[in-house]
């Protein structure tokens, strides 16, 4: 019987500390490059649109043959941290490119930033994939494995709220001295911040479970990946997070306009700060509740939160943030169960298929994150087309304003009632769980010891 490995408490902050520096890159597209594009660069809202669908359709072919490669190669590092060594140079780069505004005609503009966000996209994938993965390496032992799973969750929440605390502020700052909002230096600063802690993260994380002695092939992984069903079933909940993206993309809308006040969107992201330490006590509701079942009454309430958000108005700022800082609670939280979720489907598909490979499982998580994202940031465009939004106008129309605030407050409860649905159906269950590793366990005791070099 293998001995319990304890993740030292460093480790986990270092651990944290590179998912905040990896999620400045990705807080900062998520909620700021459709703004960036349509009222910087000038590209159209449906321009915006197609070039994030495109993304996406790449990323369905890139991200689970990086994620296959991933799972066949070993270095002196482990299995993962090498990836992480190089990313945050690449991702740094590749964030400073996209939010460059060239001084082109408009269709060059399009081929530009279309040509840096798939760059972006391709390459933030390998640093994504190993930085979730590693987290199934980092000790045998389940709750440990919970605990590096919610210190990735909380600094990845922390880092997006980052992204929305200090970058409105610094594009203000840097705005008299640029012709771009500010926008390129205020990345610069903050992304220079995020490899470094993206580069701490690599020195101080470890990989302590040895990878399997048979060799896997990328056959292997996608065979593994095919029998994962209740994987899937994750994932497609997960996806519906599309509603709650748009949600973050239309703030900066609703805040200059509605609110008349962009420097408010910082409060959004002093929530979202606030919101991820809840993480903290998601492993002790895990010790007492299912996590489907927590996951099905917090969708639940966050329905709630938003029809009351929709009736209410937003007259009351307190109100306003209130309510939004509750729903934001719930996603978070509800971003550990998913996490958590997949991470024991890698025993599933291990059982099924004799291989455990745990980067195509989680090739799955980021694939689906960015195209939830992408999806939805692409439909912000579509929506602001749709409510007859003018970009940089000085005022819009009651019906725009009274769009705007649909899409921040009533449009993300459409997303939670068919995550709602959508989990109904997983019935891979803890019990369930329990005797996967129980059978993994009597067949590994049942081989015969392989001697490796």
Known sequence: MSTAIKIPQKELWSYFGYGVGQCFSFGLVGSFINYFYTDVMGISALAASTIFLIARAWDAIHDPLIASVMDTLNSRFGKFRHFMLIAPFLITIMTLASFYNIDAPVSTKIIYAGVTY???????????????????????EPRERTKAVTAAVLGVNAGCACANIFFPRLTAFFAPYSTDH????????MMIIGMLLMLNGFFNV??????????????????NLWHNKPLFIV????????????ANGIYIYFFIYNIG??????????????????CLFAPVLTRHYKKRTLFLVICALDVVVRIILWVSGYHSLTLLFILLGLSALFMTMNGVFTSAMIVDTIEYAEYHTHKRCAAITFSGQTFTGKMSVAVGGGL???????????????????AVLS???????LLPAVGSV?????????????????EINRLLAERRAAQPVVNTP
């Open 235 to 246: 994932l497609a909940s997960f996806f519906c997070c599309i509603f709650h993206n748009m």
């Open 418 to 434: 068919l995550r709602m649905i959508i989990m109904w159906f997983y019935d891979f269950t803890e019990d369930k769980h329990a």
């Open 261 to 278: 006040n962009v420097g408010l969107q910082a409060v959004i992201g002093v929530i979202g700060m606030v919101a991820a330490l809840a």
């Open 380 to 398: 912000i465009g579509v929506y602001l087309t749709l409510i007859d939004y003018v970009p940089q106008a000085a005022t819009q129309t009651p």
């Open 182 to 189: 500010g926008y390129f230096l205020a990345v610069l600063v």
């Open 403 to 409: 769009g705007l605030f649909f899409g921040i407050s």
């Open 206 to 223: 470890k990989e302590r479970v040895p990878p399997s002695a048979e060799k896997v092939t990328m056959r292997d992984t996608f065979r």
């Open 118 to 140: 798939i760059l972006w996209g391709t390459l933030y994938a390998i640093s994504d994939i190993p930085f979730w993965s590693v987290s199934s390496v980092m000790s045998n």
